[in-house]
């Protein structure tokens, strides 16, 4: 097996890079024109993804969200019952983290070994084309890969503030996932077993993205799909900068201040045997305001093999993947990077070849 000890070169921050003043940027961080951010956009006007209030009807939420995942993959949820205040407290204090001088958010310097701390890039390939953000990677489940000496000392909110933040998206992720099993047509509890019931993961990245001179030659975030199991995202509202695959156009997502962007990933993917979409995305950066996220990757249990739950396998839908666990899965995005939806791609079981 490849070895993920080191980066491949010396690390960059783009911080750095945004705040040498400099008019253009890097060629490494400039995408190839079909993959530039503006020519492929769709306007908000035609689509956007649906935002769901949690505190409606159940039946209507489970029948809502069920419907949002095979669609889009994605959807916003408003009353999700965590505070607005907590919310916008984990924001700022992060933001004051990316603001701390750079020889402090060094001392926590990444590998892609865990990629655990503060890092500017995912992958090892040497000499590959680079995104234009930075990031802080930490464990927050299961217990025993929590390390709060490895969040930031400072601010000295940060620690108390996003261990409670990430304990009220566990609650809230739990919550989802029943939602999400409700809507499958499967009993509440059961895509919550099939991640190994308390033995679920989760992790939480904070993603920052400086101002960039030239935010029409690069990204943000290339396209991608998360490997785990669901994301739950927190943007800044007062720019945008997602963007969401549908029907081949890019669709920018219109934030609900308040709100949680919520996505599946591939693992729920795999488990709902391709009903709900785990769906590409992509971030776009801008010139005049730099923009902070935190997503929160809610994962399965990393050592059971996933696969289709056997009671959303009938004749006519066979198993679509085959068996992997997390821990596996997750080996090929530290090494590649975000490579579209290609592991995915990857699991799929071909159809054998009928010989007559
Ligand atoms: C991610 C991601 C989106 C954003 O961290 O996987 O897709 O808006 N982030 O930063
Ligand atoms: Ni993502």
């Not at 709902?272 to 801008?286: A, D, F, L, T």
Request: aromatic share 8%; hydrophobic share 35%; net charge neutral.
């Amino acid at each position: 097996m490849d070895r993920l000890q080191d980066w491949p070169e010396p690390i960059v921050p783009v911080q750095s890079l945004s705040e040498s003043g400099a008019r253009t940027i890097p060629a490494r961080y400039i995408k190839p024109p079909n993959e530039r951010p503006s020519p492929t956009t769709i306007s908000n006007f035609h689509a956007s993804i649906p935002v769901i209030d949690m505190s409606a009807d159940p039946e209507h939420v489970a029948q809502t969200v069920g419907s949002a995942c095979r669609e889009w993959g994605f959807f916003q949820v408003v009353n999700h019952g965590v505070d607005p205040k907590l919310m916008r407290c984990a924001r700022d204090t992060w933001r004051g983290f990316f603001h701390e001088p750079m020889e402090i958010k060094q001392q926590y310097a990444n590998s892609p070994k865990t990629y655990e701390g503060y890092g500017s890039r995912l992958g090892i390939e040497k000499g590959a084309l680079l995104d234009w953000g930075d990031y802080y990677f930490l464990h927050v489940r299961p217990p025993s890969l929590m390390n709060q000496e490895k969040w930031p000392a400072l601010p000295n909110s940060l620690r108390p503030t996003t261990d409670e933040y990430a304990q009220e998206l566990l609650k809230l992720s739990r919550r989802l996932m029943r939602v999400l099993s409700k809507g499958l047509g499967l009993k509440e509890g059961r895509l919550q077993e099939a991640f190994g019931g308390d033995k679920d993961g989760a992790c939480l990245r904070v993603n920052f993205y400086p101002k960039c001179p030239q935010p029409d030659l690069t990204l943000g975030l290339s396209p991608h799909s998360d490997p785990g199991g669901m994301t739950v995202l927190q943007v800044d509202d007062h720019v945008n900068g997602l963007q969401v695959r549908k029907d081949g156009a890019w669709v920018t997502v219109q934030p609900v201040p308040n709100s949680f962007i919520i996505n599946i990933a591939d693992q729920i993917e795999v488990l709902s045997n391709g009903v709900y979409k785990s769906v590409e995305h992509r971030v776009m950066v801008s010139s005049t305001a730099e923009r902070l996220s935190m997503a929160f990757f809610y994962n399965p249990c990393s050592d059971i093999p996933l696969a289709p739950i056997p009671e959303l396998v009938i004749p006519d839908q066979p198993p679509m993947f085959q068996p992997m666990t997390f821990n596996e899965y997750r080996l090929y995005i530290r090494k590649n990077g975000p490579k579209g939806k290609s592991q995915v791609e990857s699991l799929k079981i071909v159809p054998k070849a009928v010989h007559v």
